[in-house]
């Protein structure tokens, strides 16, 4: 089992901020302080769980990332809360501040910065079996298949993703497929980068995926985290 966001280590993490937000500015190119849903699964290297904690009945907000943000001033504090029990993925850091992705039972996630000292680790199994990525995995209108591939160490996926422009009848549309064994968790997809590429990631009961843009047309992606329908 591994604990990628213990207490101890969101802590220890967050004393050595200015290392993390040289690397999280390197990584996806974005200000270190930036924590949004379009660029969640591409811009860390690692991804965890976690779940609120605090006294029944209190409310942790998230924070925003504008200049100054995140921290206590009231500008950067969101209407936007969860409670403690409430179970988020975690991504980068920045000072005392974890970036989380909530995902409720229904309706549109939430991203943004949580305190720290707010969350403890949920152990996620490492190397996890492979039976537990099989499925049909979805995020809104896009789709990913995972099933057993020609060898038992094998996973095959398919998968299908849209973009909707703003007027009626622009669809675009893109496809992925490829075979391959996870490694620590993360499955790749694709050798050629001038064809489509993408990478899954297993954290617990979520399948994170992140592509190169190259899986379909105009602005058509496979990034954002899936849940296994049932």
Not at 56 to 63: A, C, D, L, P
Not at 111 to 131: C, H, K, Q, S, Y
Not at 169 to 181: A, F, K, Q, Y
Not at 183 to 197: H, M, N, S, Y
Request: glycine share 12%; hydrophobic share 35%; net charge neutral.
């Amino acid at each position: 089992m591994k604990s990628l966001w213990s207490r101890t280590a969101l802590l220890l993490v967050a004393a050595c901020c200015a290392a993390s937000q040289a690397g999280a500015q390197e990584e996806g190119g974005n200000p270190a302080n930036w924590c949004r849903n379009g660029a969640f699964t591409r811009d860390s290297k690692e991804f965890g769980l976690a779940r609120v904690r605090g006294e029944k009945g209190s409310r942790v907000h998230f924070y925003g990332e504008e200049e100054g943000c995140p921290g206590p001033d009231v500008k950067c504090r969101r209407k936007a809360y969860l409670v403690p029990g409430d179970e988020v993925i975690t991504s980068r850091t920045f000072g005392d501040w974890v970036c989380a992705w909530f995902q409720p039972a229904r309706g549109a996630e939430t991203v943004g910065w949580l305190a720290a000292d707010r969350l403890e680790t949920v152990a996620t199994a490492e190397n996890a079996p492979l039976a537990l990525w099989l499925g049909t995995w979805a995020f809104y209108d896009n789709s990913l298949r995972v099933s057993r591939g020609r060898r038992v160490d094998v996973l095959s996926v398919s998968g299908d993703a849209t973009w909707h422009g703003v007027n009626p009848g622009n669809v675009h549309v893109g496809e992925i497929s490829g075979e391959g064994t996870p490694v620590d968790d993360t499955l790749k997809l694709g050798a050629d980068p001038e064809d489509c590429q993408a990478k899954l990631r297993l954290v617990g009961p979520y399948l994170l995926v992140t592509d190169n843009k190259q899986c379909g047309g105009v602005n058509v992606t496979f990034d954002g985290v899936y849940r296994r329908k049932k």
